[in-house]
């Protein structure tokens, strides 16, 4: 099973960079796959230590995909990096392995502690929906213009009934970020919410 949360790593410089990453895990291990060339691959193969943070806040997720990667961090509890300010949890993560790949090199890594800050109270139909407007966005490239069409239109019905302020903006930073695109460009007027 494929999970999805918002990974952070260490710059060069010492700054987060913030990403969402689908993970698999398996008892106290995160296996990831980052696409090559990437600044995440980048920094956990100079410094292999990440958070794997565990957030509710979806704009966080389309804001990372449209340009938007500043977000309040706060350092790591038992590792050198950083976690989201606002993650209702957070795993720190130490790198164990590495298996190369053209594409998608594949890492493992260790759980070094696992910290919970608030309750999930569970996803709503548009926190949901966006998350997979948010994925048909990291694929924009390649994705058939068809299909992203017929699939916004699916996803918009679930935001436009059930959406909150939060889900409404990083909708609207997603459908943007389509609407610009030079391989698709959707008419933004038809997928809007109010």
Known sequence: MIFEGIITTTNAD???HVTPMGFR???DELLVAPFHPSRTLDNLLARPHAVMN???DVRIIAGCLTGRRSWPVVA???IPGWRLADSL????LAVTAHEDDTE???LRLAVQGEYTHRAFRGFNRAQAAVLEAAILVSRLDFIDADKLASEMAYLHIAVSKTAGENERTAWRWLVE????HPR?????ALLSVA
Request: contains cysteine.
């Open 14 to 16: 010492g700054s987060a």
């Open 25 to 27: 895990r398996r008892d």
């Open 54 to 56: 565990l957030v509710d």
């Open 76 to 78: 790591a509890s038992g």
């Open 89 to 92: 949890s957070h795993l720190e």
């Open 104 to 106: 998608r090199p594949r």
């Open 177 to 180: 970020a389509i609407a610009a």
């Open 184 to 188: 698709h460009g959707l008419d933004c």
